[in-house]
């Protein structure tokens, strides 16, 4: 059975600050996803990774994936409060995705 | 990034009574759509993967006759919550599958029982 663990699970920091989420998942895997989740809202896409080395970047959020160690990270630098929210790891294995318990992160002033 | 529209987004019904769902994939064709239940403050648990034209694929613990799935089309899925319970209350959300990989949420619906 695929488990995705994430951590923190809650991450609180200050604006300007860099800091990264954690996913590790147990098996090998067909691609990753992270997605971000506000309240009362549903998931909004952010990256997938394909291969191994994979690296993407859009504006203060950066997402890498090292299929050997089976871990995935989400960087995030010099942060804003518009980043706060939920964030979810998801891996993808054969058209299933199982997802982490999510990073809920405070960006404070 | 393609649209995926549900409806309702927010439905309250009694207890015992049936509600459906449905998920439309607007600017694509999708072979596959997920259904999804979130209960607050926890994450995203996988109910059912469901194919066009054929039957769904239900994931353990989840009650095919309690949840039913129907992919009519490749651009509608529809779920139907029948007899619901109070404990039926929480966020569904369902998911296409592009040929990019990519999946693509609905907004969501809350249902709440009661």
């Known amino acids: 059975e695929l488990k995705v663990e994430q951590n923190p699970l809650f991450l609180s920091m200050q604006e300007g600050k860099n800091y990264t989420i954690y996913c590790n998942y147990s098996t090998t895997s067909d691609r990753l996803y992270w997605y971000r989740q506000d309240p009362g809202k549903s998931l909004e896409s952010l990256f997938v990774l394909l291969s191994n080395g994979a690296v993407k970047q859009e504006g203060r959020l950066m997402a890498s994936l090292d299929t050997k160690a089976r871990l995935s990270t989400l960087h995030i630098t010099a942060a804003v409060h518009d980043l706060s929210a939920t964030y979810f790891c998801?891996?993808?294995?054969?058209?299933?995705?199982?997802f982490g318990d999510g990073t809920t992160l405070t960006v404070k002033p | 990034g393609a649209v995926v529209s549900q409806h309702p987004s927010r439905v309250i019904c009694k207890s015992g009574t049936s509600v459906k769902i449905e998920c439309r994939s607007l600017?694509?064709?999708?072979?596959?759509m997920f259904w999804y239940r979130q209960f607050p403050k926890q994450s995203l648990m996988l109910m059912a993967t469901?194919?066009?034209?054929?039957?769904?694929?239900?994931e353990q613990g989840v009650e095919k006759d309690k949840f039913l799935i129907n992919h009519a089309s490749l651009t509608l899925s529809t779920l139907t919550v029948t007899s619901a319970h109070p404990e039926d209350s929480s966020f569904y959300i369902c998911?296409?599958?592009?040929?990019?990989?990519?999946?693509?949420f609905g907004p969501g619906t809350r249902l709440t029982v009661t």
């Open positions: 600017d694509f064709q999708a072979t596959t």
């Open positions: 469901s194919n066009e034209g054929s039957k769904a694929t239900y």
């Open positions: 998911s296409a599958g592009s040929p990019s990989y990519e999946q693509y």
């Open positions: 998801a891996v993808q294995n054969a058209g299933k995705s199982t």
